[in-house]
């Protein structure tokens, strides 16, 4: 054991202990450095009202957006409906031949709905049905005698060659008018915007909102009020 090779050997064990004993020691001496709590408080305050401020909007934004996708799609879906329809029946102009205006109105709904999905049908006394809506706000001109509810939860009433999508249904949503109920029309050519592209004061009418929302992909007019259709200022950015 007293051999050179033996002191070596135990020399070198020692060494390793001790270094490793120090660096152990060093690290529980170092002094290490962070936010006092006072200082991580105000942080989090700050961040919290960054958050207050910040998040009602983006949420607003992101609500319409999906407003807007959600609008083209059933948009999208009435105008393969009715063109599927015409190949079947012919031109819009001569499904009603012969008929009074009420049966009119039934057979345009049966030939539309013919090619759609929906998951129900509403008749006048449904909570889903826009009857009674759309008498009392626009008039028996705009009466809307037949309802459907889309697989999406959407309610879409059938007019005169008016359509009337109340995007969160009937008795959901805030069911305010072009915040989430919006006007279309059809004729022999297909689906329409609307033919009247001139504002109603300082943002669109009924008649109208449902045509923005289409064109500009978005729901600005109700955010801000120097807004114009083909001209001008189209988004509050």
């Not at 999906?66 to 063109?83: C, F």
């Not at 008016?162 to 805030?174: E, F, R, T, V």
Request: proline content about 3%; hydrophobic content about 35%; glycine content about 8%.
């Amino acid at each position: 054991m007293n051999s050179p090779i033996s002191a070596k050997l135990f020399n070198l064990s020692t060494n390793k202990l001790k270094n490793l004993f120090t660096t152990h020691y060093s690290q529980f001496t170092k002094k290490v450095f962070a936010f006092t709590l006072a200082e991580t408080l105000i942080v989090m305050g700050i961040i919290g009202v960054v958050a207050a401020l910040t998040l009602p909007n983006l949420n607003s934004s992101t609500g319409d957006k999906e407003k807007v996708v959600k609008l083209q799609k059933i948009y999208s879906n009435l105008e393969d409906a009715i063109g599927r329809a015409k190949i079947v029946y012919g031109p819009v102009s001569n499904w009603c031949s012969g008929l009074s205006e009420n049966d009119c109105e039934k057979r345009r709904f049966e030939r539309i709905t013919e090619f759609l999905k929906y998951s129900k049908v509403c008749t006048v006394s449904d909570a889903c049905t826009l009857f009674a809506r759309n008498t009392s706000s626009l008039g028996p001109g705009y009466r809307m005698p037949y309802s459907i509810v889309l697989p999406d939860g959407a309610t879409v009433g059938f007019g005169d060659r008016w359509i009337y999508i109340d995007i969160d249904g009937i008795g959901k949503g805030s069911d305010i008018d072009c915040k989430d109920t919006f006007f279309l029309f059809y004729d022999n050519s297909g689906m329409h915007y609307t033919n009247d592209k001139s504002l109603d004061g300082d943002k669109p009418s009924l008649y109208k909102c449902g045509a923005w929302v289409l064109m500009y992909n978005n729901l600005d007019y109700l955010k801000c009020r120097d807004l114009e259709f083909n001209t001008g200022k189209t988004t509050c950015k």
